[in-house]
């Protein structure tokens, strides 16, 4: 059987993460697909701003190093788009052929826009459909941002075949087996932003991008302690949401701003889901995590109890097959970064 190869390309506000995935040409949904390599560099906090290319050749260079170190296909590259130049709306417009409403998007929903219809890239996909309406996601991207990320990656050498948005990538990567029916949420917390996605039987109904990440609880430990950024991000690390240490006045202190930041996320998140069922009526039975930022000491339980919804932590390892090595190394920190890179590439092996 003749096999091909795509790779999926993340460029988050820490580290550039790339994936390769190998399927069966001739049948790319007949058998899962193999996770063939996984690698990552680093990325200077200059780099990327808010999921947006903040210093091009920081980026490029990061791309460059990645795929030459690692040895990766730079054929079929499917390249990730989030943060805050993506927005994506639940529309409703009138039945018609799917071809002849994304061509005359711009028309119809200019008034629904927060950017100029004329500096936008759009798209539309169909979530539901009734006797006369169109139910489904409005994509807007800033054409210039686009432009600029992809312009960044070809200066490092890799040209990508495909962009695709982050919250559909965590859809395809993760809502597989189990969690492919039925009404699930699944929570991406990065360093920079949080990626909500509520999907029905493997179809995204909404996506919000909440603009908190794990970078806002160091910051906020680093000014009510005063610390500088390496000691309050160890410190985070090593408080998590458990009880402080008594009488140590600055893990207090830390402790305070770490529950805070937390309890506003999870706030968020509950009101995503809760904006999902007075729309649709469909309650949320379940919740994935991933994002290297969730996996903050006692966050999980403390999600799964505020929110009073089973949680588990996203793992690419039990939904796809992962080559030797891959599955070897693997712990709840490879699982996190894997996420979206993974469900970027089986995009590219459609
Ligand atoms: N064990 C851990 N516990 C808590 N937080 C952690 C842990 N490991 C890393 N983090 C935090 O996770 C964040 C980085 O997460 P991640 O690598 O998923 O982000 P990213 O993909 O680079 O960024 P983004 O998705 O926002 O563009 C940092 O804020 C870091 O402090
Ligand atoms: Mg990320």
Redo the contacts with the bound molecule.
């Keep these: 059987m003749a096999r091909a190869t795509a790779t999926g390309l993340?460029?988050?506000?820490?580290?550039a993460?790339a994936a390769v995935v190998e399927y069966e040409r001739t049948n790319p949904t007949g058998s899962p697909p193999k996770v063939l390599k996984f690698a990552q560099v680093p990325?200077d906090p200059a780099a990327?701003k808010d999921?947006v290319v903040e210093n091009a050749p920081l980026v490029s260079d990061a791309i460059h190093h990645l795929f030459k170190s690692n040895h990766l296909p730079v054929k079929n590259v499917v390249l990730g788009l989030?943060?805050s130049h993506v927005s994506v709306r639940e529309i409703e417009l009138p039945k018609a052929p799917i071809d002849q409403l994304r061509a005359s998007l711009k028309y119809m929903v200019q008034d629904q826009l927060s950017m100029r219809v004329e500096d936008a890239i759009l798209d539309f996909y169909p979530t539901d459909t009734t006797d006369t309406q169109v139910r489904g996601l409005l994509v807007a991207a800033l054409a210039e941002s686009v432009q600029r990320t992809v312009d960044t990656v070809i200066s490092g050498g890799v040209t990508p075949s495909r962009v695709d948005l982050?919250a559909f990538a965590l859809a395809r990567g993760l809502a597989r087996g189990p969690y492919g029916q039925g009404v699930i949420g699944i929570v991406?917390?990065?360093?920079?932003?949080t990626d909500v996605v509520v999907l029905a039987d493997g179809i995204p109904q909404m996506t919000r991008t909440l603009p908190y990440?794990?970078?806002l609880?160091?910051e906020s430990v680093m000014r009510a302690c005063s610390l500088p950024h390496g000691e309050a991000?160890r410190m985070?690390?090593a408080l998590?949401l458990n009880p402080p240490p008594a009488g140590h006045e600055a893990a207090q202190a830390a402790s305070a701003q770490i529950l805070r930041r937390a309890q506003a996320l999870v706030e968020a998140v509950g009101q995503t889901f809760a904006y999902h069922v007075q729309r649709t009526g469909q309650q949320v039975a379940g919740v994935l995590v991933t994002?290297?930022?969730?996996?903050?000491?006692g966050l999980d339980r403390y999600l799964a109890t505020t929110l009073r919804l089973p949680m588990a932590r996203a793992a690419i390892d039990q939904l796809a097959s992962l080559e030797g090595a891959l599955a070897a190394g693997m712990d709840d920190?490879v699982r996190?970064?894997l996420a979206?890179c993974t469900g970027l590439a089986f995009g590219g092996a459609k």
């Design positions: 993340d460029l988050g506000a820490t580290h993460r990325l990327m999921g989030g943060g982050t991406n917390m990065g360093a920079s932003a990440g794990g970078e609880v160091t991000e985070k690390l998590g994002g290297r930022a969730a996996l903050l000491g920190g996190s970064d979206v």
